[in-house]
């Protein structure tokens, strides 16, 4: 896997980042106060970075880390069971190299595929607030620049799909309004000017389209009331696929 510099830059900034005080405080209160089966764990508790393979083509992304999950291991979806389907699938559908991950350290590998999220540090209740989102966004849209190979996004649940439609649109896409289910698919582009020489051309030429599919997040509150199964969420990572190949 080749290394992107830039992307590993802005992931260590991202490691550094205090813009948020109601969540860094948050974060501190976890490992303060850890439950029974993880007291022995070092807690990460500061923003985790987004992973995977700097080429990849499938974009992932989540809504926030799970207390008790990626923020203690440190790494996005790692020991939660929402890792453990998102793992699960990617691994059943040869985007990862085993089928799930507990701790940051086990040789867990994304190929062609990379996880990133709405915000990056772990909120009360799951809920984090407009401006928490907002502070968060810029590094969402360098991500977008500096994934240069991505053709497919997986946002995880309505939420994460709404604000990816926003930060799509922030970028350039020509997005319309666009409606929330499981399983479905939208094309969205974006013309933007070419490089010639020293300049740019008058007019924008290059065109660079997304495939953006929709599912519902493997969070335990679907996946334990059946509002989705496993059989949807890998109807998903088959499309992903018929997408890739389609698209070559
Ligand atoms: S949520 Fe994002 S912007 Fe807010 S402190 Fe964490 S990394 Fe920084």
Redesign the pocket.
Known sequence: MKRNIELEKLQRN?ID????PR??AYLQEVSNHKPRRYRDWDYWSK?LPSFGDPDARVLIIGLAPAAQGGNRTGRMFTGDRSGEWLFGALYHFGFANQPNSLQSDDGFKLDDCYITAT???APPKNK?LPE?IE??RP?FLEELDLLKKVQVIIPLGQIAFTQTLKSLRLKGYDVPALSFGHGKLYLVSRKFPTPVGNGLKPFPTELRTISLMTTYHPSQQNTQTGKLTRAMFHRIFRMVKKRLEVEG
Request: net charge positive; proline share 12%; with cysteine.
């Open positions: 991202v980042c205090r813009k948020c969540l860094v923003p915000i990056r540090c984090p928490e502070n968060c590094y």
